[in-house]
């Protein structure tokens, strides 16, 4: 069983930028990855990362969004920088079957 617990959403100005924390009861985890869903739309993957540090990104955060792993911590982040009202969203942490609760993120002026 694994449990993960993000946190760092928020309201934010287009421009803007936002850190997102993701927190695991388990370590060891070879892949982490960051979702979203907005209303109306599909779930997406938004970056994904491995134990040693192999990123990925989706086309429409390339450039602005930066994912990292502190393996010692069992914590995963999500940097976004220069928000836009399209990355509005629900945020989701995921790793196997496993997912969080999911944290708000909103881009509007």
């Known amino acids: 069983q694994v449990q993960l617990a993000e946190s760092g959403g928020g309201l934010v100005q287009p421009g803007g930028s936002l850190r997102l924390s993701c927190a695991s009861s388990a370590s060891v985890i070879r892949l982490y990855e960051w979702h979203r869903q907005a209303p109306g739309k599909q779930r997406e993957v938004v970056a994904t990362?491995?134990?040693?540090?192999?990123?990925h990104y989706a086309d429409s955060v390339k450039g602005r969004f930066t994912i990292s792993r502190d393996n010692a911590k069992n914590m995963v982040y999500l940097q976004m920088n220069s928000l836009k009202p399209e990355d509005t969203a629900v945020y989701y942490c995921?790793?196997?079957?496993?997912w969080g609760q999911g944290t708000q993120v909103t881009v509007s002026s």
């Open positions: 990362i491995t134990t040693g540090g192999s990123t």
């Open positions: 995921r790793t196997s079957l496993y």
